[in-house]
């Protein structure tokens, strides 16, 4: 017969807990006192269940109750483990499932705007752009939140979703997409996180665009910024060197470098290498969001060497800086500055048009190389994942056939590469 073990008394457990010595006493039918260090332990139940040995903590142990279970305490949720067992049931999985249980009865109710505040915790700081992440709540708060913001997420249906894009579905189309792509992801989120089951019903995909919401084609057409035939390039260069500001200036070192307006107007000295004719854009400021070197071409050094003056103290000053101490220029000006010339039929950013349709129509400069000089992401994954170089050495070649066209009079000729 297996050797009796005399149950511990509510004397020998505070001894043992306040002693500390680490070890294991049993208390019999399973249940043990686990010390771990002085006033430091935990009540455990040791049981077999289809031959095999399972043991499941009971608590932390408190001789006074006060930040535990006492011996009594402890005895009495060991009892209620062993009806499982009686039953045919592993107290282990049976509180699991109570458990999970009870998660899910509180996720049910987390309201949208709740899992949509644990969604921007979570995911906020993996968006490099400040200003993103602040948008991304403005307008979940300003669309979202008054209609469906106090819901219990699990009761966010289709009809609850159309509440909040009907109002500005065609009013405000692409406010409304993102708004509907925004909803679409915290409602993922949620049901991630157990939150809430079943489809999602701010897809568009077989969802959305089944009832009756029409799509944003119809809606609204494509716009695409507005840009300069590229035969108009050496005409418009001339007549923009005679500006004499710094928003001129960085408009030409735009059209010279095929960037974004965000890149210029945040471009600082530090990432300029005058003597490698060298601009690298770091990944934080690319679209993207990968590093991007930027061939300077003679033209585009010309523009540079001419602003120096304006912070020559300054080695992480920006190019161009705005008004006020150690601001970078807005991004209006440069849209200002072609107002002020009677250009309002173009905008900055249509110059990347004006350089790409240059390129396909004027030059035999391949396809991918132009791509890349224009930091545009490589669409098929299969070719990213194999692609290593960033054709430096050809995207030079490029920019200063760019930059001599764009010198040119009245934007004449070709630039075919030998």
Request: hydrophobic share 40%; net charge positive.
């Amino acid at each position: 017969m297996p050797k009796r073990v005399a149950p511990l008394t509510a004397a020998e457990v505070k001894a043992l807990w306040t002693k500390g010595q680490p070890w294991r006493h049993a208390d019999g039918g399973g249940l043990y006192l686990v010390v771990t260090g002085p006033k430091r332990a935990w009540w455990m139940l040791r049981y077999a269940l289809a031959g095999k040995q399972r043991e499941m903590g009971l608590g932390a142990a408190d001789p006074d109750g006060r930040n535990g279970y006492t011996l009594a305490a402890a005895r009495e949720r060991a009892a209620e483990q062993r009806k499982h067992l009686r039953a045919g049931t592993d107290p282990l999985e049976h509180r699991r499932a109570a458990e999970a249980a009870a998660e899910r009865a509180a996720g049910a109710l987390r309201t949208f705007r709740e899992c949509a505040e644990a969604f921007l915790a979570e995911k906020g700081p993996e968006w490099r752009n400040a200003k993103h992440r602040a948008q991304w709540g403005a307008t979940l708060a300003t669309y979202a939140y008054p209609t469906i913001g106090s819901l219990p997420v699990m009761s966010i249906g289709l009809d609850e979703v159309k509440r909040v894009l009907s109002p500005i579905w065609t009013l405000k189309p692409e406010t409304a997409a993102r708004v509907r792509g925004r909803m679409e992801a915290v409602l993922d989120f949620a049901a991630v996180h157990g939150w809430r089951e079943g489809p999602n019903p701010a897809r568009w995909k077989g969802n959305l665009s089944l009832s009756g919401l029409p799509s944003r084609a119809k809606v609204v057409p494509v716009e695409r910024h507005p840009a300069l035939p590229w035969p108009d390039v050496g005409a418009f260069m001339a007549d923009l060197r005679a500006q004499r500001s710094t928003s001129a200036r960085a408009l030409e070192f735009l059209i010279l470098t095929a960037a974004r307006t965000g890149e210029i107007i945040g471009a600082r000295w530090s990432e300029i290498d005058l003597a490698a004719a060298l601009w690298t854009v770091p990944r934080d400021r690319m679209k993207a969001g990968r590093e991007h070197r930027v061939p300077l071409s003679e033209p585009a050094l010309a523009v540079l060497r001419e602003v120096r003056p304006l912070c020559p103290e300054d080695v992480d000053g920006y190019l161009f800086p705005g008004q006020g101490q150690g601001n970078p220029l807005s991004g209006m000006t440069m849209l200002k500055l072609l107002g002020r010339m009677g250009r309002r039929d173009i905008t900055p950013h249509g110059f990347r048009s004006t350089f790409r349709d240059w390129a396909g129509e004027a030059t035999g400069h391949p396809g991918d190389v132009v791509e890349m000089a224009l930091a545009h992401a490589v669409a098929n994954k299969v070719e990213a994942a194999y692609r290593r170089g960033d054709l430096f050495a050809k995207r030079r070649h490029l920019m200063d056939d760019w930059a001599t066209y764009c010198g040119s009079a009245k934007g004449e000729g070709s630039n075919t590469p030998g």
